[in-house]
């Protein structure tokens, strides 16, 4: 599971960060001083959790869980037991007092381990199958046949993605880390972190977007380089 940590305090941070280095199934992508800087970073790159502390300068630990993505888990680490209510709201995983104890961050991983999990297995219920040619996605209780060639796009809304072809859409359940990682890198481009692209039918482009018959797709920033490498450097 990719994580990071969210705390004001260098030496908390730290202290996480030995605990995080003695489970395997943790890679920790990067630590943070404040709020702010750990929304930019979750905003363009997948996280699956975050150790986040609650009383901190600027936006606090709940107010930032607010705007955490859904399948993003959240294990709060505090020194104030007392917002331990309050972490019911945003549907933490578990609340840990500082200074944190090894075992109870272990139940609290394992607790984090198994949630997550189940959230893949479901998320994989949604593309039941995916061969060279073609996925089959569920909506509506029926699992639609989705040639890849005919996708024009992806793109996520919350809890949800819309597959867009030309004279159809089908929406299903489940995030856009999941059905990126299945789509076939040669054939899709991640463009922003609400799109998925299919190379193929990209018309044109310039430098901040991508047009694909009638729709206008903006490049984001931190896939920008990348985009232009493929296509420009390669001639793709």
């Known amino acids: 599971m990719k994580c990071i940590i969210v705390d004001d305090e260098p030496i908390a941070r730290e202290g996480i960060r030995l605990l995080i280095e003695e489970i395997p199934q943790l890679e920790l992508l990067k630590n943070f001083n404040n709020a702010e800087e750990a929304s930019v970073f979750i905003n363009n790159t997948a996280v699956d959790l975050i150790f986040l502390d609650i009383n901190m300068p600027g936006i606090n630990g709940i107010e930032f869980a607010h705007s955490i993505p859904k399948q993003t888990l959240i294990i709060f680490t505090t020194a104030y037991s007392q917002y331990a209510l309050d972490s019911y709201d945003v549907d933490a995983i578990d609340y840990l007092v500082k200074p944190i104890d090894s075992v109870k961050f272990r139940k609290a991983i394992n607790k984090a381990i198994i949630y997550h999990t189940l959230l893949i297995n479901e998320e994989k219920k949604s593309l ?12 509506d209780r029926k699992y639609f046949k989705i040639n890849l060639e005919d996708i024009l796009f992806v ?20 995030s856009m880390k999941a059905i990126y990682e299945l789509l076939p890198s040669h054939i899709f481009f991640r463009i922003n972190k609400s799109y998925i692209v299919n190379k193929k039918h990209i018309n044109s482009f310039d430098n901040n977007d991508v047009f694909i018959k009638h729709y206008e797709i903006a490049i984001g920033n931190s896939y920008r380089d990348e985009f232009f490498q493929m296509f420009v450097n390669k001639k793709v």
């Open 128 to 139: 039941e199958t995916i061969e060279d040619e073609y996925i089959f996605v569920k909506s």
């Open 155 to 174: 793109e996520g809304l919350k809890d949800y993605v819309i597959v867009q072809m030309e004279d159809q859409r089908i929406i299903t359940r489940m």
